[in-house]
């Protein structure tokens, strides 16, 4: 298994308070990237990096931050949850960029009452 | 129309026949393609990709692709039980950095 964890792998906040999820790698891997998984919609792309302090925006990135200080850790904040951001959240790594392959960590699943 | 579709499913299948999983795309520029498996609770794990036209198999596993019509399939032969899951298309669309995008999932049950 790619050394990937993620925490919390649980967390129930309420509206309006900030979140910060932590996704660690010990691969040294170059891409990181940060997905939410619904029901009815899969796997959304809310940010990536492509490098320490190299972030862009995926599809759904409204309500999310990241941010890379160092190649293993890549951290995404919700400044102020609300309830449309409870989801499962996935962290991915990918070798390259001529190597889309990514594996994925364990996800945390996120609860906004 | 969806970037990249799947049919939700479930897809039930008796154990020991052959499984097929089908994503089509929108993209004709649409480079690489990958199959994850989802098991209840757990995180997407990759099992195949394919870039060029053709067959690939990889054990029990063969991804099949077609850009000519846009799809792309995954078969499992001699289904088993811990077959069932849930099955990911992912396309690499083009158009610069990591432009994947993954389908809802087909839900496989194999019946033992």
């Known amino acids: 298994d790619a050394g990937i964890t993620q925490s919390p792998r649980h967390k129930v906040t309420e509206t309006g308070t900030p979140v910060t999820l932590r996704c660690h790698q010990t691969?040294?891997?170059?891409?990181m990237y940060w997905y939410r998984q619904d029901p009815g919609h899969g796997l959304r792309l809310i940010h990536y990096?492509?490098?320490?302090?190299?972030?862009d925006k995926g599809e759904v990135s409204d309500g999310y931050s990241v941010s890379r200080s160092k190649t293993e850790d890549f951290l995404l904040t919700l400044e102020s949850a609300t309830s449309s951001q409870t989801s499962v959240y996935f962290c991915?790594?990918?070798?390259?960029?001529?190597?889309?392959?990514?594996?994925f960590g364990p996800g945390t699943r996120l609860t906004v009452t | 129309q969806k970037e990249v579709e799947q049919n939700s499913g479930p897809l039930s299948v008796p154990e020991g026949a052959i499984a097929s999983l089908n994503c089509t795309y929108s993209d004709r520029g649409s480079q690489s393609f990958f199959w994850y498996r989802q098991y209840s609770g757990k995180s997407p794990e990759l099992i195949m990709f394919i870039y060029s036209n053709g067959d690939k198999e990889d054990g029990r596993f063969t991804a099949q692709l077609n850009k000519a019509s846009q799809y792309v399939s995954l078969l499992i032969r001699d289904s088993q039980p811990s077959d069932s899951a849930t099955y990911l298309c992912a396309v690499v669309r083009s158009g610069g950095y990591q432009k994947v995008t993954f389908g809802i999932g087909t839900k496989l049950q194999v019946i033992p």
């Open positions: 691969e040294n891997h170059r891409y």
């Open positions: 990096s492509y490098g320490v302090k190299d972030t």
């Open positions: 991915a790594i990918s070798e390259s960029e001529l190597s889309y392959e990514q594996y």
